[in-house]
């Protein structure tokens, strides 16, 4: 290695670690801030280690968030699985059955994606309560079914474009209809489409704050991040409580894309493999 | 076993006519082959036929059963396809047992045909392998006992080799050949490749632009095709083709092409006779163009005089490209023929083997 090259070489990895080292600052905060007493916790001392490290911030908040984190396996697991599956056939229709308009009919469908939240609560509600959904977990669910349709449609279409329409019709002719090709042929090979989404949704519905704010008054019934918001007192926070609760309800996510991350990237890059 | 009808159908993808009118009569047991460049139509006439495109008008039959509306699954076919499409998710075994699982057939009768197409193709100890454990040549043969259980009244093929190196398209070439003796069905084939068609089909359906141009035996394809398309797509190099004037000169007919002047064998006179005075196309093959020196005897031929531009030696033959004025046309001579570059050379035309095309119809002008 040349001199040169060597000084690029360590430029280079001193601005990616810089970087890192920003980008993790907030995580090493909440980690020590949560293992400090209600003493040790101040803005002056923000940057002093635990001592003594002390677990009283993770059992307190623990006590008070874990029914709401119960809530939120409640709605996250279905809600991603349903999602998913709507996703798998609408993607499968719009890649494989082009029919007059799909194409519009999907740009459609990903203006979906593009829709603030904020800007529909109203509608959100009065459709709820109409429906007889307002007020409970299944409203929950129902909602992020609903908004995931659109990304992961997306998801889905792009896979299953990826896939050689010969395989769709070598099926046709041993004899699948509509069903039976997405049964028999592209679910069985759509693992890794699966596995990307099924991250995306969890993820994207675990994190969620607005809708279950909205849909659910009951506090009871609240997802895990509304329980920690509610950590904060009105007048006195306590940062230890605050700062471990908001790590346990980061903790699925943070596990999930630990454990399977390599196989989200895998999963990103799926639609270029060849079978 | 079933004949296939094409009755004046037409495929329009928008205002593309993707097939035009083509009817066709398949007869049962025949070996038909489709053949024509990219973008002719002869893959959607196939996709028409085995109802994976709709067919905008038209009535095609298999046997006496009129299948326009009928799905893929119940018009009796199996197909082969360009990519081979097998399941990734499936063994070997499955993929072929898969249609015949579908069509809920006993499972003992199912193992006992799988196991004897993969007989009959040589891929017995492969049943339990994926298809990505396969080589190409493998998975070909796994597409082509995929359709052979299903016993189908027609086998479709779509370019079936096109995937495989050069070494091993010829030798299944050969083992489509059989096979299809074997099995005595009804053969429909779609390739881009003229030898192909040449060495398998009992007929040859040419197609250009979604319109049938002829069809026939290869041999009658070879020696008298209908239009310039058809005699310069089949054999291999092309036809050469010359503009050309037909003359009457002491009781003779010639065909002046300017720089070349050759006579029509007296057998021919009457045929092109009516045409005398008229701007014709003059068609010569390679192969009927000889050099003097080793050009075989009983011929009717015509000398002409041109200068070598190019010589490939191919070992058992030389491809000449000769120069007659500045139009260039090629020659396939005896390997014992010296010459080279720049030299002038006479070759010998065999006359007997001419053709004469209508310049604006571009259809023949020889007896049919």
């Known amino acids: ?275 | 076993m079933a004949s296939v009808t094409y009755d004046h159908v037409y495929k329009r993808f928008g205002d593309v006519v993707a097939v035009n009118d083509l009817t066709i009569q398949v007869d049962d047991k025949e070996f038909l082959v489709f053949v024509g460049p990219s973008g002719c139509g002869k893959t959607t006439s196939l996709r028409l036929l085995a109802g994976l495109e709709e067919i905008t008008e038209g009535r095609i039959f298999i046997g006496n059963r009129l299948v326009n509306d009928v799905p893929p699954k119940d018009r009796d076919i199996a197909m082969v396809f360009q990519s081979y499409a097998l399941y990734p998710h499936m063994s070997v075994y499955d993929n072929m047992a898969f249609g015949l699982k579908l069509r809920k057939t006993p499972k003992a009768e199912i193992d006992r045909k799988v196991k004897e197409a993969a007989e009959i193709l040589g891929i017995s100890q492969l049943l339990d392998r994926k298809p990505k454990q396969l080589s190409g040549g493998q998975r070909q043969r796994v597409a082509v006992g995929r359709a052979i259980v299903r016993d189908p009244a027609v086998f479709l093929f779509d370019e079936p080799l096109s995937n495989l190196d050069a070494k091993l398209r010829v030798q299944t070439r050969a083992e489509i050949s059989k096979l299809h003796q074997r099995l005595g069905t009804t053969f429909i084939y779609v390739t881009h490749d003229q030898v192909e068609a040449m060495t398998m089909a009992s007929r040859i359906a040419v197609m250009k632009d979604g319109l049938l141009q002829q069809v026939d035996s290869p041999q009658n394809l070879y020696d008298h095709p209908g239009n310039v398309f058809v005699a310069g797509f089949i054999g291999s190099p092309s036809m050469n083709f010359f503009d050309a004037t037909l003359v009457e000169q002491d009781g003779k007919l010639f065909v002046d092409a300017g720089t070349f002047k050759v006579q029509v064998p007296d057998n021919k006179r009457s045929i092109y006779l009516p045409y005398k005075g008229n701007k014709v196309i003059f068609g010569i093959r390679p192969e009927d163009i000889h050099a003097a020196e080793y050009a075989a005897p009983g011929i009717t031929p015509a000398r002409v005089t041109a200068e070598v531009d190019v010589t490939e030696l191919m070992g058992n033959e030389i491809f000449l490209y000769l120069l007659s004025g500045k139009k260039q046309f090629i020659a396939r001579v005896d390997p014992r023929t010296r010459t080279h570059a720049g030299e002038t050379i006479d070759v010998l035309f065999n006359m007997d083997n001419m053709h004469l095309f209508d310049p604006q119809s571009e259809k023949t002008l020889d007896a049919v």
């Open chain 1, 1 to 275: 290695m040349t001199l040169q090259r060597v000084w690029t070489r360590g430029a280079i990895y001193f601005v990616l670690v810089a970087f890192a080292a920003w980008y993790l600052m907030p995580i090493y905060l909440m980690l020590i801030t949560g293992l400090k007493t209600y003493e040790q916790v101040g803005i002056t001392k923000m940057w002093a280690l635990p001592y003594p490290v002390s677990l009283d911030g993770f059992s307190q908040a623990w006590v008070k968030v874990s029914a709401n984190f119960g809530n939120s396996i409640m709605i996250t697991v279905p809600a991603a699985i349903i999602s998913a599956f709507i996703g798998s056939i609408n993607g499968y229709i719009f890649a494989k059955w082009k029919f007059r308009g799909s194409n519009t009919i999907f740009m459609l469908f990903l203006v979906g994606m593009f829709l603030p939240y904020q800007g529909i609560l109203i509608p959100l509600v009065q459709t709820l309560m109409a429906l007889g959904l307002y007020g409970s977990i299944v409203g929950v669910i129902f909602v992020h079914c609903v908004f995931g349709i659109p990304i992961t449609a997306l998801m889905f279409r792009s896979y299953f474009a990826g896939i050689p329409n010969e395989l769709v019709d070598a099926a046709k002719i041993d004899g699948c209809g509509f069903f039976g090709i997405y049964r028999h042929i592209l679910l069985p090979i759509a693992f890794p489409a699966f596995a990307v989404v099924l991250i995306w949704q969890f993820t994207t519905i675990w994190n969620d704050y607005l809708i279950g704010l909205i849909v659910v008054s009951n506090p009871r019934l609240a997802p895990v991040n509304v329980a920690v918001k509610n950590l904060a007192g009105t007048y006195t926070t306590q940062w230890q409580v605050q700062m471990s609760g908001a790590l346990i309800a980061a903790l699925p996510t943070i596990i999930v894309y630990l454990a399977l991350g390599k196989f989200f990237m895998r999963g990103l890059l799926a639609g270029s493999l060849k079978g």
